[in-house]
């Protein structure tokens, strides 16, 4: 009996000793190099890795950039859509190398960053927000203005048949099924221009929840990130959610036209997203909103959306190689990325929008000395 | 005859010790209590920095201005946890109404009719739901339970609408029932699991009296077992409670996460632990926000704290009193 | 001599029924407590067994929105990784305290605070140890933001009163008697433990130890913000790590069909391998003399 004992524990022992120094091989083995020369599979060029994360509105580009910067230059971009809240906060906090946020930082925010080092705004492409709807019946472009989706998301308009969507839509056969609406749960940019553009045109909307990345709800789900509301919106029949043009295409989603501040009813596309970033004009440390843009083909719910980074990398925290990773970054998405975007129907930045944002990325320095 | 003379090959009797073979003993001793100790050290700063990292929301809204008012708005700052408080509890108590009937049901029909072929694959079937994660039942919630039920939940809340806390609202896919519900689920094999062991401990005797006066199985149970077992089964259902208070995941998934007090059953809420998951990323910047999220933990914290402590007190009681339970049962 | 017994009245029809319906009754809630593990196990096969095969297993996440999604390998790794650390952590500490309690703890009132109190940890929701963590070591800028070691942490954390508990009960079933006879030969305390009461309790141990890993693999709440998540497949848990759990909840959240496939399949793996956990440390115990 004491042998069998014996010969067991032995044997247990002897697994767990195993397991042991295998985890802390793995551990340790790999701590020593840096980071940046992590898991870079394929053809290393420069090799290195960085961590982003924040607005799940330009998601699906980033996700596509970082595949092709890793075939091209051999950077793994870790990127978590973990919407423009947790972005900005993570970003101020440091726990990431770069931020990514649909709405501009507000000036608290901004002070609050600044306390690691002068955050620096680079926008990166323009993306428009959509109003999905899930309705039985319903075709793609319905017509709403800005007071019913207002009315709408407030819960004044409770059914799809009500007469201020029917006024919008003569000769279109409404179901009356109840509308059920589909909201950001996390603090979110996407809501931010989306609120924009309700308080631009309902009074209720503008003292009531208000503009901001998470408001008061009257009604409604809430969900996590744009690819959430998509889920919420896919799953209710009735639903009505506002997603990211290239989340509803992915889910063949119905659009409506919104009606823009011209007066004409819009559909979302790449073509009405580029109208809105024509002729806008932006300060100088590049935080603007491009919702409600005047232009007569332009989408009214449309906009840009930053990527975050501090001037100065290193004296926040970066390591060298990482702070040249990220310019790396930063210089496809200003470059090759512009090229790449409207295959997924993201707008490319209006030439002189542009030019400014590679003059910021150009003076981003580590210690003082240019990148 | 001398002790010492019990001798090895070597010398020395087995039975001298050298003065350095207390060493490893006295090594062992003091690196235990240490451990135990860092052990202590560990939990209770647990405690103090859980509590100073929330004293700013305190100190901004009050405890009880924390606790009960019902306004939970990030935009502006302002943190209220009634909604989430009331999402808890109300999560919390469909649980118990439908999971405790259930398991302790369970558990009776385990230890005294089941036929003995079946006592133990059915006792591991019943272990293996709490084998299941969180974010599986989750995921299973989302997809399977709440569109098979949300026809028979329409139907529920029209027919009964007359009722207070039934109707009053359209049926929301994601809703406090459904949150419920999932948390039935998962506390069915710790309450279960409990009960039977309590249950397992009634003395044959009570039972064979019972019998021998000739009462029926069913009679026995409600004479002998029930009575003997009661306090321990009200500390297995304060045990699930605790659990149901601050499951997460699952719930999230399944409550709408709506931060209102919805007035309905079947309408969207929130519960502490889901806003502590959905918001704290976006809390890391704002000492605000974060001192606000730390104190909804702290809350429930305490209260799966008083909640365990009722549970403990209740099984200490079973253990004390379960013979006088079978006097007042067979009065009954 | 005896007089002869009044015969005592038969059982009334009333009693009788009252009997079959209880009967009946408790059996369906027997059943009825079994449907949903049978409904959960069903879909997560039904829905889940699609989503496998060599590439689900071999290749990462591509994170890509209209292309191939791609696999789950650095999820599994991850979980592996972050929960075999966590094991190295919470196991040897956890029977240390236990030891602490059992073997020179039965009198002393600091060994009753340190049982309290490992107690009142049992109760701790996760999500709370996650954010403990969170802020402690991640926003305190402890060797770097998000890391896998940290998520490793969280989770010991968790296992921590779960071994400690299991193991002190085992511990306690060891027969004083043994103990007694050992010391009675000579044998020194630390000897007792080592070679006679670590060796009886271990099959016991050893399921106390994998019943407390199968609950840490299936966690998400302590990762959300200590492990975080990555894509590609990493060894290093200095940096942020996927896992099963974080891979499951990010897809269960998506409208695209496929990867909403991918996360049953992902879920289906989860189980599969806690199951394999359970199933283990049940046939340990069955091995196991004290039980």
């Known amino acids: 009996m004491n042998d069998f004992k014996e010969n067991y524990m032995r044997k247990l022992l002897a697994l767990a000793a195993c397991a042991v120094m295998a985890i802390t091989v793995a551990a340790c083995g790999s701590d020593s190099k840096s980071s940046s020369s992590g898991s870079s599979g394929g053809s290393a060029k420069s090799g290195g890795s960085i961590n982003g994360a924040g607005a799940t509105f ?21 990127y978590q859509g973990i919407g423009s809240g947790g972005g900005v906060a993570q970003f101020t906090a440091g726990t990431i190398d770069f931020g990514a946020t649909d709405s501009a930082m507000t000036d ?16 990166s492409v323009f993306g428009a927000v959509t109003v999905s709807y899930n309705v039985q019946g319903a075709k793609k472009g319905l017509k709403l203005d800005g007071a019913t989706v207002a009315d709408m998301f407030l819960g004044k308009v409770k059914k799809w048949n009500d007469p201020a969507i029917a006024k919008q839509n003569a000769g279109v056969k409404l179901s009356s099924q109840d509308i059920t609406v589909c909201h950001r749960s996390d603090e979110s940019g996407t809501t931010k221009l989306f609120t924009t553009f309700l308080a631009a045109y309902s009074p209720a909307w503008k003292s009531g929840p208000g503009v901001d990345k998470t408001v008061k709800w009257p009604t409604g789900t809430g969900a996590k990130g744009n690819d959430g509301v998509a889920a919420c919106v896919k799953q209710n ?27 004409q009813y819009i559909a979302p596309s790449l073509a009405s997203t580029s109208a809105a970033g024509e002729g806008i004009k932006v300060p100088a440390d590049l935080r603007f909103s491009a919702i409600d843009a005047p232009g ?21 925290g970066k390591k060298q190689a990482q702070a040249k990773s990220v310019k790396t970054w930063l210089d496809y998405a200003l470059s090759d990325g512009q090229k790449v975007a409207p295959s997924i129907q993201y707008a490319p930045l209006p030439a002189p929008l542009l030019s400014a944002a590679k003059k910021k990325v150009a003076g981003l320095q580590c210690n003082g000395k240019a990148l | 005859m001398e002790a010492g003379s019990v001798a090895t090959g070597g010398g020395r009797s087995k039975l001298e010790r050298s003065p350095l073979s207390g060493l490893p003993d006295k090594v062992l001793r003091w690196g235990l209590t240490a451990l135990a100790a860092a052990i202590l050290l560990l939990i209770a700063y647990f405690f103090v920095r859980l509590y100073s990292e929330a004293r700013p ?81 989750g995921l299973w919630g989302v997809y399977v339970l709440i569109p098979k039920l949300l026809p028979a939940e329409k139907w529920f809340a029209n027919t009964f609408s007359w009722i207070p806390f039934i109707g009053g609202g359209t049926v929301a896919g994601p809703n406090y029932f459904i949150g419920g519900l999932i948390l039935a689920i998962m506390i069915i094999p710790i309450v279960s699991a409990i009960s039977r062991e309590v249950m397992a401990t009634v003395p044959v005797e009570h039972k064979e009296a019972a019998l021998a006066l000739g009462a029926t199985r069913w009679e026995m149970i409600r004479i002998s077992v029930l009575p003997y077992s009661r306090a321990g089964i009200s500390g297995a259902a304060m045990l699930g409670l605790g659990r149901a208070i601050g499951e997460t995941i699952a719930v999230t998934l399944v409550i709408g996460n709506a931060p209102q007090l919805s007035g309905h059953l079947f309408g969207q809420g929130y519960t502490l632990a889901a806003v502590i998951a959905n918001e704290f990323g976006e809390a890391a910047s704002d000492p605000v926000h974060r001192a606000a999220l730390i104190a909804a933990g702290l809350v429930l914290f305490v209260l799966t704290l008083l909640v365990n402590a ?23 | 001599m005896n007089a002869q017994p009044a015969s005592l009245p038969g059982v009334s029809p009333r009693r009788r029924r009252t009997d079959k319906v209880a009967r009946v009754l408790l059996l369906s809630a027997t059943l009825i407590a079994l449907v949903p593990l049978v409904l959960v196990v069903y879909y997560l096969i039904k829905k889940g067994i699609g989503a496998w095969n060599l590439d689900f297993f071999t290749t990462d996440p591509s994170g ?27 196991v040897p500490t956890g029977i240390g305290v236990a030891l602490y309690l059992v073997e020179y703890g039965s009198e002393s009132r600091f060994a009753n605070v340190v049982r309290y109190f490992v107690d009142v940890m049992t109760g701790v929701p996760s999500i709370v140890f996650g954010l403990f963590i969170y802020i402690v070591l991640v926003l305190g800028g402890v060797a770097g933001g998000f890391a896998g070691w940290k998520g490793s942490i969280a989770l010991g954390l968790l296992m921590l009163p779960v071994v400690t508990r299991a193991s002190e009960v085992v511990l306690k079933l060891v027969p004083d008697s043994l103990r007694e006879a050992a010391l009675a030969l000579g044998a020194p305390r630390w000897r007792v433990v080592w070679k006679v009461v670590l060796p009886t309790a271990l099959p016991g141990l ?33 940096a942020q790590m996927n896992s099963l759990p974080m891979q499951i909840f990010s897809d269960v959240r998506q409208a695209q069909d496929r990867l909403v496939e991918r996360a049953w399949g992902s879920a289906l793996t989860l189980v599969g391998m806690i199951l394999l956990l359970t199933l283990v440390a049940r046939l340990v115990q069955r091995r196991s003399r004290l039980a």
């Open chain 1, 58 to 78: 330009p998601q699906p580009v980033y996700d596509e950039w970082g595949a092709r910067v890793k075939d091209k230059d051999g950077l793994t971009v870790n």
């Open chain 1, 108 to 123: 608290d925010e901004l002070k609050a960053a600044t306390k690691k080092g002068d955050p620096v705004h680079v926008p």
């Open chain 1, 237 to 263: 029949q009735g639903a009505v959610g506002y997603v990211e043009q290239a989340y509803a295409l992915q889910n063949n989603f119905t659009t409506a036209d919104v009606k823009n501040k011209s007066g």
């Open chain 1, 296 to 316: 007569a083909k332009a989408y009214p719910i449309a906009s840009a959306t930053f990527l975050l980074v501090y001037k100065d990398l290193c004296k926040a």
């Open chain 2, 57 to 137: 929301a305190f100190a901004k809204f009050g405890v009880l201005g924390f606790t009960f008012d019902n306004n939970w708005d990030v935009s502006k700052d302002v943190f209220g946890a009634l909604p989430l408080v009331v999402g808890t509890l109300i999560t919390a108590a469909v649980a118990l109404l439908i999971g405790v009937p259930i398991a302790v049901a369970t558990a009776v029909y385990l230890v005294e009719l089941c036929p003995t072929r079946l006592r133990q694959p059915l006792t591991i079937m019943v272990e293996l739901l709490a084998a299941v994660p969180s974010v599986v039942y």
């Open chain 2, 310 to 332: 009722l549970a403990r007190w209740f099984v200490v009681r079973a253990e004390k009193t379960g013979g006088s339970r079978v006097a007042e049962g067979m009065a009954g």
């Open chain 3, 64 to 90: 890509r929105f209209f292309g191939d999604p791609g696999g789950i390998r650095s999820a599994i790794v991850g979980t592996t990784l972050i929960v075999g650390l966590a094991t190295v952590i919470a």
């Open chain 3, 206 to 238: 050893v399921t106390g130890s994998l019943l407390a890993i199968a609950r840490a693999a299936g966690e998400t709440a302590p990762l959300l913000f200590t492990a975080f998540a990555v894509k590609a497949t990493t060894t290093n848990l200095g």
